[in-house]
């Protein structure tokens, strides 16, 4: 598509269940990333996928937060059990070239947990 | 630890005044560096980005940026702002040896009109 699509663009969910989040990069775009961005703290890394390589999870808070990527496109983010900390903006980005373009961001998914 | 650092976190202005945000970074390496903002409502989008060369970068809507490589600085200028900049500015640095951008905390530009 022509930019980075996530869905849903808000999600209120109640503390314990699970949600999947979902991202549709760019096409052509091999890099997909997920942030999170809480008032105040700016943007944490989550979780990286890069073609085939396996994925950089060094980001993601604890073993609730998973991520797929299927196909080498579309992306899930998971996270079991919500918690009311969960709650935030999730964003995913993808790049072709970090090091000459950047990312480019998709609108995010508010997540809020009640 | 590696970081990035927003000296600001709000800066409150009038149009026409002029801007300068902070920011620093802490890697010893070879960096790419970037500015995004995010206007209300909207989604981040690239402002500039440093990766070689010319050390003052200029971007869209008349912003640009300076490396300062031996003050690991890569501030953002703009001469005469307007209230459409009223926005929130990140800051962000990629090890040129690494695919991950990490991102300062942001900050927020309010503009009087």
């Known amino acids: 598509g022509a930019g980075v699509s996530q869905s849903p663009s808000n999600k209120v969910t109640e503390k314990g269940k699970d949600v999947e989040l979902r991202c549709d990069p760019i096409?052509?775009?091999?890099?997909l990333y997920w942030y999170r961005q809480s008032l105040g703290q700016g943007l944490e890394f989550l979780i990286y996928?890069?073609?085939?390589?396996?994925?950089?999870k060094s980001g993601l808070p604890s073993d609730r937060f998973s991520a797929e990527r299927t196909g080498g496109s579309v992306s899930t983010l998971t996270i079991q059990r919500t918690q009311q900390e969960d709650s935030a903006v999730y964003l995913c980005?993808?790049?072709?070239?970090?090091?000459?373009?950047?990312?480019?961001f998709g609108s995010g998914t508010r997540l809020t947990v009640v | 630890a590696q970081s990035v650092s927003q000296h600001n976190h709000h800066v409150i202005l009038s149009e026409a005044a002029s801007l300068e945000l902070g920011c620093n970074y802490s890697?010893?390496?070879?960096?790419?560096l970037f500015w995004y903002v995010q206007y209300p409502g909207q989604h981040l989008q690239l402002l500039l980005k440093?990766?070689?060369?010319?050390?003052l970068v200029k971007g869209i809507k008349g912003f640009e940026a300076e490396f300062i490589k031996s003050k690991f600085s890569f501030n953002l200028r703009k001469p005469s702002v307007q209230w459409s900049d009223t926005a929130e500015y990140f800051c962000?640095?990629?090890?040129?040896?690494?695919?991950?951008?990490?991102f300062g905390k942001g900050t927020r530009l309010h503009i009087l009109p």
């Open positions: 096409s052509g775009h091999t890099a």
């Open positions: 996928f890069q073609g085939n390589s396996a994925p950089d």
């Open positions: 980005a993808s790049s072709l070239q970090v090091q000459s373009y950047g990312y480019t």
């Open positions: 890697y010893g390496g070879t960096v790419n």
């Open positions: 962000a640095v990629n090890l040129n040896r690494d695919d991950k951008i990490i």
């Open positions: 440093y990766f070689s060369g010319d050390p």
